[in-house]
């Protein structure tokens, strides 16, 4: 299928540092990522060059090594004839990448809950109070953001930097669905649920009780995922023998 021919109506760009000097390559990439992780360019969308390059009044050299630079982090492909585009997975991949997600993350957090001190249960626990916000205002945008939050500060404390990098990549590949923002409000609530016995478990120190409540987390989230719309466009199709 064609690229989206139109980018979306975006938010405003983050000024550059210095205004006098203009973006920065570094700037242009973090803003890119910005864009992409936080649903303004949904799957599938074009990401031409001129325009981009146009929005950050820049040639079109370090907007095309930002791009590249997200290809290598999966956020973005590049297809001949159609450009470049934020990657789109199939229904299939999706829930490949949560199995991928949930056995990384669960590496990490046998490692992390024993490693955690003060500052890192201080983290965890103001992250799930946005998460408690998000959830009584009814925001999927905020509550998907910080889900992403919450989880990685309960993985990162584990002090297994290439583990947890990896446990980032995987999720950064799942991000422009937005899954959170398509499942239920009702969903939402039971998935926040787990989430509240994950904390308490992570706070008292218990991996045995922090990892099976992360096992029923993911098995929710799996069942979750496989019920996502694959009619509206949001999932490629699949690839075809032929096309191999």
């Given at each position: 299928m064609p690229s989206r021919s139109r980018l979306p109506r975006l938010p405003e760009l983050t000024p550059a540092a210095d205004p006098r000097r203009g973006y920065s390559q570094q700037e242009i990439l973090g803003e890119l990522?910005?864009?992409?992780?936080?649903?303004?360019?949904?799957?599938?969308?074009?990401?031409?060059?001129?325009?981009?390059?146009?929005?950050?009044?820049?040639?079109a050299i370090p907007v095309r090594e930002s791009l590249q630079t997200l290809i290598g982090e999966g956020l973005v492909e590049h297809r001949p004839n159609f450009g470049y585009t934020v990657t789109r997975l199939t229904a299939a991949e999706l829930r490949e990448l949560y199995v991928v997600r949930e056995r990384l993350e669960s590496a990490a957090l046998a490692a992390a809950v024993r490693q955690a001190d003060t500052e890192d249960h201080r983290l965890a626990t103001e992250s799930h109070a946005r998460l408690e916000r998000a959830v009584l205002d009814d925001d999927p945008a905020a509550y998907h953001r910080e889900t992403r939050i919450f989880h990685l500060a309960l993985t990162r404390p584990s002090g297994m930097a290439r583990l947890v990098h990896m446990l980032e990549y995987a999720w950064n590949i799942t991000e422009?669905?937005?899954?959170?923002?398509?499942?239920?409000?009702?969903?939402?609530?039971?998935?926040?649920?787990?989430?509240?016995?994950q904390l308490a478990a992570f706070l008292a120190g218990d991996a045995e009780a922090l990892l099976a409540a992360t096992e029923q987390h993911h098995a929710r989230l799996n069942h979750v995922v496989s019920g996502l719309p694959t009619d509206t466009g949001l999932f490629a199709e699949p690839t075809s023998p032929e096309d191999i």
């Amino acid at each position: 299928m064609p690229s989206r021919s139109r980018l979306p109506r975006l938010p405003e760009l983050t000024p550059a540092a210095d205004p006098r000097r203009g973006y920065s390559q570094q700037e242009i990439l973090g803003e890119l990522r910005r864009l992409i992780l936080e649903g303004n360019l949904p799957p599938g969308t074009g990401l031409p060059l001129r325009e981009f390059a146009k929005r950050f009044d820049v040639s079109a050299i370090p907007v095309r090594e930002s791009l590249q630079t997200l290809i290598g982090e999966g956020l973005v492909e590049h297809r001949p004839n159609f450009g470049y585009t934020v990657t789109r997975l199939t229904a299939a991949e999706l829930r490949e990448l949560y199995v991928v997600r949930e056995r990384l993350e669960s590496a990490a957090l046998a490692a992390a809950v024993r490693q955690a001190d003060t500052e890192d249960h201080r983290l965890a626990t103001e992250s799930h109070a946005r998460l408690e916000r998000a959830v009584l205002d009814d925001d999927p945008a905020a509550y998907h953001r910080e889900t992403r939050i919450f989880h990685l500060a309960l993985t990162r404390p584990s002090g297994m930097a290439r583990l947890v990098h990896m446990l980032e990549y995987a999720w950064n590949i799942t991000e422009p669905v937005q899954p959170m923002v398509h499942v239920s409000t009702g969903e939402r609530v039971v998935l926040h649920a787990d989430h509240s016995r994950q904390l308490a478990a992570f706070l008292a120190g218990d991996a045995e009780a922090l990892l099976a409540a992360t096992e029923q987390h993911h098995a929710r989230l799996n069942h979750v995922v496989s019920g996502l719309p694959t009619d509206t466009g949001l999932f490629a199709e699949p690839t075809s023998p032929e096309d191999i």
